[in-house]
């Protein structure tokens, strides 16, 4: 199992998320919730980096904050996205799904690669010879995954901690 201080390499980074953190999340009220979004508009908060390695858990938010972390600590140019479809800054109905993806690409030796986790139906470190190749592969997924709706995109450059989903998504309304 690789602790963090192990971490020298792309390659580790993933292994690190492998081995140490799961999907999930900490609600208001402390309670763990593993892959699981029941609630998820209604009581869900960002956690910061010492929580999600605390408790080993984060969403895809908080996993892309983490690698993000552990890639610059390396040195290792990579920048954060997230695809959604779209919601107003007021968009008010927490009985809905989210319809969000955070995803993460970091350039090595010319290339591009996506390094995904969080989804884990699709973990692994993904090759591209573009950014622009790599953004419009991994959203291209997620709006065949969301049954044909448009997923913009938008770099993100950091995730304010105890934010609600809905302030998260006015974030990135505004990014």
């Known amino acids: 199992m690789l602790n963090i201080e192990d971490i020298n390499t792309s390659k580790d980074v993933f292994q690190f998320m492998l081995d140490n953190i799961e999907y999930g999340w900490i609600d208001i009220y402390g309670e763990k919730h593993i892959k699981s979004m029941k609630d998820f508009r209604k009581i869900y908060r960002t956690m910061s980096l010492e929580d999600t390695l605390k408790y080993k858990i ?22 954060m996205y997230c695809c959604r479809i779209f919601e107003p800054d007021d968009y008010g109905d927490l009985e809905e799904e989210e319809h969000m993806h955070c995803f993460i690409l970091y350039f090595e030796k010319g290339k591009v690669y996506h390094m995904e986790h969080p989804n884990f139906n699709n973990k692994g470190i993904f090759e591209y010879n573009t950014e622009e190749e790599a953004v419009k592969s991994i959203v291209d997924y997620y709006i065949k995954l969301r049954g044909g709706k448009d997923s913009p995109t938008k770099e993100i450059y950091e995730v304010p901690v105890g934010i609600t989903f809905k302030e998260f998504n006015k974030y990135i309304n505004h990014v």
Do not use: A, P, R, W
């Not at 969403?59 to 990579?78: A, R």
């Open 58 to 79: 984060g969403t895809c938010i908080e996993q892309v904050n983490l690698m993000h972390y552990l890639l610059d600590k390396l040195g290792i140019k990579n920048k």
